[in-house]
């Protein structure tokens, strides 16, 4: 694979392929250097930036994959889930991850109108799209100087495999202090669903649609607690309500069958009280068994729908959601539209993402774990 500060070329095209346009946007590699032993003896090298959005880590592939091939960003995303799989587990799990571990692959994007393209991939597998991670991507993108910044604000145009997403960057003196992501079109799949759940009996919940599925429900019906101090009882019981709502009408999206399937349970309650409150909490259970860290940029979109539907939430009218651990987003509707027949909004949410570090990734020949492990 890749040596050190090369393109690299996993499964993809070799990096004398990249467009010029693309290629220009990324800094020079340092002054040559002698790598260091393990360095010239990995057989996989990747370069990524680390960083956290509201709690919630995003790490960025800025190098070592190569281009994956693909007309679209869609079908990127199904060529690495098919024959790369083995790159997004080296990188998500341990012991390079962890069992909450999120990330993106940069790419040239497939379409004119997009400066980058990604693809995002986390313990699960490959999302179609991700709130958290865009915001994190659009902060890296700016703070590393791979997109020309401007002041007040620098807009970076993503190609995601869930469509186009733009993304409105605050900077000042260089630093993105927020982002706000004009997410793709979101919408309520079913409301007031009913499955028997083994454990839990009848359980109600809505399903929508803002990047991913999402049953909606709760927490409080089903006798727990909105507690760190009952995290393996949510995350059971998110898992109980994942399966059963999959086997009883598994979700598809209208306009793309390659998006189905339930990966997530927003567990909801009641906002914090006061000036500086919230307007809701989640606690968010995430195939195959563990929980956001930030609010969830797409679970926050599909639950802005899912209160549209209902009347709850009119457009233009700010919606704060609440994290497990007390990290916010601020959503907003700013539109309507249809999504393969059905009643849609455009949702946009803001949140912050900070830098953590910057790494290069390498696999030794000798390593008995080149895809990590779960435990």
């Known amino acids: 694979m890749a040596a050190e500060g090369a393109t690299g070329n996993v499964g993809g095209v070799a990096a004398e392929g990249t467009p010029a346009r693309f290629a220009a946007r990324v800094p020079a590699p340092s002054a040559a250097r002698t790598p260091p032993p393990f360095a010239a003896r990995s057989v996989h090298t990747f370069s990524a930036v680390d960083s956290h959005t509201e709690g919630m880590p995003t790490r960025v592939i800025t190098d070592g994959v190569g281009i994956i091939p693909g007309a679209t960003m869609a079908e990127r995303r199904l060529h690495f889930i098919e024959h790369l799989d083995h790159v997004r587990q080296l990188l998500v799990n341990e012991p390079r991850g962890h069992p909450a571990m999120s990330g993106a692959v940069l790419q040239p994007p497939t379409r004119p109108d997009a400066d980058w393209g990604v693809v995002y991939i986390e313990v699960s597998g490959c999302l179609p799209m991700c709130g958290h ?5 659009a902060t890296v993108l700016v703070e590393t100087g791979r997109v020309e910044v401007t002041e007040p604000v620098t807009t970076v145009r993503l190609d995601t495999p869930a469509g186009l997403v733009a993304a409105r ?3 000042r003196d260089g630093r993105a202090e927020h982002v706000t992501l004009h997410n793709v079109p979101s919408y309520a799949h079913e409301l007031d669903a009913v499955v ?16 991913n599925f999402y049953a909606i429900t709760p927490l409080a019906a089903l006798g727990i607690p909105f507690s760190t101090a009952h995290l393996d009882e949510i995350i059971t019981a998110g898992l109980a309500v994942m399966a059963a709502v999959d086997e009883r009408d598994r979700p598809v999206h209208p306009d793309d069958p390659a998006i189905s399937g339930c990966h997530h349970v927003q567990f909801t309650a009641p906002g914090t009280p006061g000036p500086d409150g919230s307007d809701s909490r989640n606690a968010m259970v995430i195939h195959p068994g563990w929980l956001d860290r930030s609010p969830c940029g797409t679970g926050t979109s599909a639950r802005m729908a899912q209160l549209h539907a209902r009347g709850g939430l009119p457009l233009h009218r700010p919606f704060v959601n609440e994290s497990l651990i007390g990290t ?25 993402a900070w830098i953590t570090g910057t790494a290069r990734y390498v696999l030794d020949p000798a390593d008995p774990f080149p895809r990590g492990f779960v435990l």
């Open 133 to 137: 991670g865009t915001i994190g991507v």
């Open 169 to 171: 960057v605050a900077v």
């Open 196 to 211: 028997k759940v083994p454990g839990y009996g009848e359980v109600r919940y809505d399903l929508a649609y803002g990047g």
């Open 328 to 352: 916010r987003f601020t959503g907003r509707l700013v539109g309507t539209g249809r999504v393969g027949g059905r009643a849609a909004v455009v949702p946009t949410v803001t949140g912050r």
